[in-house]
Structures are given as structure tokens and as C-alpha cells.
Nanobody, 128 residues
């Protein structure tokens, strides 16, 4: 199976932290893939929040999470992480990881319907 599986979501108080994991199986997650994170809050559009571009490995963040979230990868574990700090209620959403071997740069966020691989999502709720 070619699969991405997210984990690490849950309930956290404002100002708290969570680390999400996205484990790849059935393929090797390396620099040939752009890998990133999306989220979708109730009543809102799906939002690309972070990615690591294939090839050059450049990291990008949406303005809404810049300075608070950190994306990283561990090739040994075939896993990508999203460290989320200083969480706010508006961060409440279902978080998805996605990967694609061909799509990169801004197209990764602009045309998410074209991405090859998606996880099932993990719910993050930020509330007191």
C-alpha cells in the first residue's frame, strides 16, 4: 500500500503545543517528493500551511502559522513532522499531510486536487 498516516492530534489549551506526525508507507519519502501539511477548519476552505519542496528542499510556511509551526522530516523513519507551538483557537482544524512526486512550488498549495497522496487527517482542537 502507498499510504500517508497522520497522528498526534488532540485537545490542547491555547498557548499549548502539539507535534503531528505523518508516516509514509509503501514508498520512500525522500527529496523526490514535495511533502506538506494542510488544514481545514469548520466552514473554511482548505489551507496549505507548510511544505518542503522536492529537489531543493526549501521550506515554506503560510503567514497564518509562520513563527509558530515548524515542519521537519526524518528520512530514517520515513516520517514528516509538524511541531505546533503557541496554539490559538483559530488553529482548530483537521490537519492533513500530502505528498506528490511531480508537483512542487506554489502549485502544491494552489492545486491540492492534483496531489497524488493524502492522509486521512487528524483533528486538532485548541480550546480551554
Amino acid at each position: 500500500q502507498v499510504q500517508l498516516v497522520e497522528s498526534g492530534g488532540g485537545l490542547v489549551q491555547p498557548g499549548g503545543s502539539l507535534r503531528l506526525s505523518c508516516a509514509a508507507s509503501g514508498f520512500i519519502l525522500d527529496d523526490d517528493y514535495t511533502i506538506g501539511w494542510f488544514r481545514q477548519a469548520p466552514g473554511k476552505e482548505r489551507e496549505g500551511i507548510s511544505r518542503i519542496n522536492s529537489g531543493d528542499g526549501r521550506i515554506h510556511y503560510a503567514d497564518s502559522v509562520k513563527g509558530r509551526f515548524t515542519i521537519s522530516r526524518d528520512n530514517t523513519k520515513n516520517t514528516v513532522y509538524l511541531q505546533m507551538d503557541s496554539l490559538k483557537p483559530e488553529d482548530t482544524a483537521v490537519y492533513y499531510c500530502a505528498a506528490d512526486p511531480l508537483i512542487y512550488s506554489d502549485s502544491f498549495w494552489l492545486y491540492p486536487e492534483d496531489l497524488e497522496l493524502w492522509g486521512q487527517g487528524t483533528l486538532v482542537t485548541v480550546s480551554s
